[in-house]
């Protein structure tokens, strides 16, 4: 499928593993270009190699304030399209396991920095009368996930967020959309099945092997298909396509809505 993106620009976060890599890779493979953000310099480097002039390297941590300024004139001077915004949470944690520092670190990790690089970019995109924001979180904002009480929380205030700019924004020509997928082949599902091990006091091949055979595909979900859908919501193709989100989790949500 032409997704009507060549030649244009991409500002994608968390480059270099995942979703994000994933998501980097379709959207160069459409005929793109990508500014990537990461905080590993090394694995930057080896993917910028890979990519060569379709991926421009970026090396900071989002999560401080002066990054995202940087990031957001870099990426309003190339004149992007859109924003993957997708970065790690924070550790898999029973309610009790909690302390009060480890709900201010959540907050700094999936709420503040994305609310920062939203502000910082949409004089960009309202500029341009055209503008595409994709959220990835995780299916927890529509059914909770075992030890994943942290993530859980502090995605759905990304939800209100990007549920009230879909409307705030209308008639901009920017659209907001969220992705949010449940057990894929990333390094965020080896840390919960290790989770769960512990907690049950099983291997992790164990707790691997179940949790596959709790999900009604007996498997788990590949990345780059997710990828597929991110670079479409990203593209013109998607432009009646606003204030949604997607789980992609394989049927294991039981709620109808």
């Known amino acids: 499928m032409n997704l009507n993106i060549k030649n244009q620009t991409f500002l994608v976060c968390g480059v270099t593993s995942g979703f994000g890599k994933a998501t980097a890779a379709h959207l160069i493979a459409e005929g793109a270009k990508v500014i990537g953000v990461a905080r590993t310099e090394s694995a930057l480097n080896k993917l910028s190699k890979e990519h060569k002039e379709k991926l ?98 502090l995605r759905l205030s990304v939800v209100g967020m990007m549920k009230t700019l879909s409307q705030e924004m209308a008639g901009n020509g920017i659209t907001f959309n969220m992705l949010a997928p449940g057990y894929h082949a990333t390094p965020a599902i080896e840390r919960l099945i290790q989770k769960s091990a512990d907690q049950q006091k099983i291997s992790f091949e164990s707790a691997q092997k179940n949790l596959i055979n709790q999900q009604p595909t007996q498997s788990i979900g590949n990345p780059e298909n997710l990828a597929s859908l991110a670079a479409w919501l990203l593209s013109p193709l998607s432009e009646f396509v606003n204030g949604q989100i997607y789980a992609i989790e394989g049927g294991t949500l039981k709620g109808t809505l």
Not at 115 to 127: I, Y
């Open 56 to 153: 421009i390297p970026y090396c900071g941590d989002l999560t401080d304030t002066d990054t995202v300024i940087k990031i957001a004139k870099i990426a309003a001077s190339s004149n992007i399209s859109g924003v993957f915004i997708n970065a790690g949470g924070p550790p898999a944690m029973l309610f009790e396991e909690t302390e009060l520092k480890d709900w201010d670190k959540a907050y700094h990790q999936l709420l503040r920095w994305k609310v920062a690089l939203t502000q910082a970019l949409l004089p960009h995109f309202k500029e341009k009368q055209y503008g595409k924001i994709v959220y990835l979180e995780s299916a927890s904002v529509k059914q909770p996930i075992d030890y994943l009480i942290l993530s859980t929380s």
